[in-house]
Each structure stands twice: as C-alpha cells, then as structure tokens.
C-alpha cells in the first residue's frame, strides 16, 4: 500500500491510500477517485513532502491577538517617545494646551481618575495608559 497526498479542483487536500502508483492512476483516470470534502473527481496528485511543509508553517505562525498587542504596545512606546513627561502636572498642562495657553503638543503623565474625569468633562482629550510613567525622563 502507499499513501498518496491529493487534491482536488477545489482546493481541499486530503490522504489516499492505494495498491500502487499505477492503480491510483487508473483510478484517478477512471474518476474513480472522489474528494472527501466535496465529492470531486478532478484529483491531481501533490508532491510528497506537502504535508510537512504546510504542518510547520502552522506551528510557527504567530497568533493573531499576540500580535495586535505588541503593535498596540508599539504604538504606545512611540507614542510616549514622541510627547513630553509632564508627570503629576499633567492635568494643569493638557488644561493649558486645551485652552491655548501654550503651544500644543503631546504631553503624557500621571492623573488620577478623578482628574481624568474632570479633563474628559471639560472635553480636554486624554487617552487612559495602562502603562506606569518612566521616571528620568525630562
Ligand atoms: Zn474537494
């Protein structure tokens, strides 16, 4: 017996088993080879080793949610290497770019809830960090 790694026209692969090279040939000719999945007879063979190949590059895909949280933490590194540490100021700082009283930029620090709050109900833009402030910066 040998085992045959097959496909059909619609794409689903699946394992045959047969006498012989010959008789999955005559088989396959004689349409006497069906997908398992569909139930198509245009079969073709795949080259040996399909399999494996496709088997690793399963293992070694990296999980969709793994991936979109270190792009998040990547964008919240940039976005923290790009403003200022204003650190417990921030509340007054974001205050005083939202009312122009200096120039606007990106600011980053520490707020309690309560000031948060307030900045979000004076419809001052702050966006809640799940990261601790870096000491040593600026
Ligand atoms: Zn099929």
Redesign the pocket.
């Known amino acids: 017996m040998i085992v045959l790694n097959l496909s ?1 026209s ?1 794409s ?1 692969s699946f394992e045959g088993w047969f006498a012989s090279l010959e008789e999955f040939q005559r088989q396959a000719v004689a349409q006497q080879v069906t ?1 398992p ?2 139930n ?1 007879v245009n079969i073709t063979k795949l080259p040996a080793g399909s399999h494996v190949r496709r088997a690793v590059m399963e293992k070694s895909a990296v999980p969709a949610s793994i991936s979109d949280e270190a792009k998040v933490l990547a964008a919240l590194e940039q976005l923290l290497n790009n403003s200022d540490n204003v650190g417990a100021s921030f509340p007054e700082e974001a205050r005083k770019i939202h009312y122009e009283e200096t120039p606007a930029r990106n600011i980053h620090g520490t707020a309690s809830v309560a000031e948060v709050r307030s900045l979000l109900e004076e419809d001052i833009g702050v966006i809640p960090l799940p990261l601790r402030p870096r000491k040593g910066m600026h």
Do not use: E, G, K
């Open positions: 059909c619609n689903h997908c999945h569909c198509d």
